[in-house]
C-alpha cells in the first residue's frame, strides 16, 4: 500500500534551519504531485509548498517565500522542504502529501513535528 514517511523535524532556534524529508513507497513517485502543509496548534492546516511531478514547477505560501525550498528525487522517491531563517511561526506539524495525476487521489503521511523556538 501507500506509504509517506516524514522525518527531520526538530526542535531549533529561531534563524536556524532544518530539512524535512519524506521517502514515499508503494506508488510510481513520478506520478504524482507533491507537497508540504503544516497544521499549527488550534490552526487549520494550511498548504506550505508544492512541487510537479518532474519538478518543474514549485509554489509557496507568501509566509514561507524566500525562506523555504522544496525539491524532489525520483530516483529515489523522496521530496524534501528545507527550511531556513525559522520562525517561532513556523512551529506546527508538517506533512507531506502526493496528489495522483491520474486519479487525483490524495496520500497522506503521519507527520513530523518542528519546534522554533528559544
Known amino acids: 500500500q501507500v506509504q509517506l514517511v516524514e522525518s527531520g523535524g526538530g526542535l531549533v532556534q529561531p534563524g536556524g534551519s532544518l530539512k524535512l524529508s519524506c521517502a514515499a513507497s508503494g506508488l510510481t513517485f513520478s506520478n504524482f504531485h507533491m507537497r508540504w502543509y503544516r497544521q499549527a496548534p488550534g490552526k487549520e492546516r494550511e498548504l506550505v509548498a508544492r512541487i510537479t511531478i518532474a519538478g518543474g514547477s514549485t509554489n509557496y505560501a507568501d509566509p514561507v517565500k524566500g525562506r523555504f525550498t522544496i525539491s524532489r528525487d525520483n530516483a529515489k522517491n523522496t521530496v524534501y522542504l528545507q527550511m531556513n531563517s525559522l520562525k517561532p511561526e513556523d512551529t506546527a506539524v508538517y506533512y507531506c502529501?502526493?496528489?495522483?495525476?491520474?486519479?487525483?487521489?490524495?496520500?497522506w503521511g503521519q507527520g513530523t513535528q518542528v519546534t522554533v523556538s528559544s
Open positions: 502529501s502526493a496528489l495522483s495525476t491520474f486519479s487525483g487521489r490524495d496520500y
